[in-house]
T-cell receptor, first 112, second 114 residues
Framework: AQSVTQPDIHITVSEGASLELRCNYSYGATPYLFWYVQSPGQGLQLLLKYFSGDTLVQGIKGFEAEFKRSQSSFNLRKPSVHWSDAAEYFCAVGARNNDMRFGAGTRLTVKP | NAGVTQTPKFQVLKTGQSMTLQCAQD?????MYWYRQDPGMGLRLIYY???????DKGEVPNGYNVSRLNKREFSLRLESAAPSQTSVYFC?????????????FGPGTRLTVT
């Protein structure tokens, strides 16, 4: 069965600094990988997804993620964080039939 | 388009009470899902409906029932609420169960069972 690990429960970065959120997955076949963001009191919004092809995928709000099969990772990055990026971020792996497994989430705090 | 809507936004129940969480989508999606979100555990699938007229158990179905009322609406019922069901519940929908299609989420229902 597929699973997702997000090693960092909480990360704090200064506004303008770069960001990398880690995600490791376990899945026997080619994974479909997603990053979602959840602002306080809101539902989840898709940031980006990887299905195949170019291993560096671009998403909304200036985010990107890189799929590394050898490391079973799909880390999310942003070169310069804005205060509005403070939120909770979820990595998910999609198996057949769109069964998704979510990581436990990483909460991002942005310092002014 | 409103996307995925859920009602109510907040609810407090006493142990043993019942309630139904409502979800509707206006994107003409075939598949709908109910998740619960607990601290440190991410989202876990309770039930899903691949298409109108079908429902299936997910990862944590015990204590819940669902109804796919029509293509738009998918409700979640707690027959006898327990404190362990205190959680935030999210409804989602997607064009189909094909994993190419992303899931769209509602704003959530925060449920407390005392």
């Amino acid at each position: 069965a597929q699973s997702v690990t997000q090693p960092d429960i909480h990360i704090t970065v200064s506004e303008g600094a770069s960001l990398e959120l880690r995600c490791n997955y376990s899945y026997g076949a080619t994974p479909y990988l997603f990053w979602y963001v959840q602002s306080p009191g809101q539902g989840l919004q898709l940031l980006l997804k990887y299905f195949s092809g170019d291993t560096l995928v671009q998403g909304i709000k200036g985010f990107e993620a890189e799929f590394k099969r050898s490391q079973s990772s799909f880390n999310l990055r942003k070169p310069s964080v804005h205060w509005s990026d403070a939120a909770e971020y979820f990595c998910a792996v999609g198996a057949r039939n769109n069964d998704m497994r979510f990581g436990a989430g990483t909460r991002l705090t942005v310092k002014p | 388009n409103a996307g995925v809507t859920q009602t109510p936004k907040f609810q407090v129940l006493k142990t043993g009470q019942s309630m139904t969480l409502q979800c509707a989508q206006d994107m003409n999606h075939n598949s709908m899902y109910w998740y619960r979100q607990d601290p440190g555990m991410g989202l876990r699938l309770i039930y899903y409906s691949a298409s109108e007229g079908t429902t299936d158990k997910g990862e944590v179905p015990n204590g819940y029932n669902v109804s796919r009322l029509n293509k738009r609406e998918f409700s979640l019922r707690l027959e006898s609420a327990a404190p362990s069901q205190t959680s935030v519940y999210f409804c989602a929908s997607s064009k189909s169960r094909d994993r190419h299609y992303e899931q769209y989420f509602g704003p959530g229902t925060r449920l407390t069972v005392t």
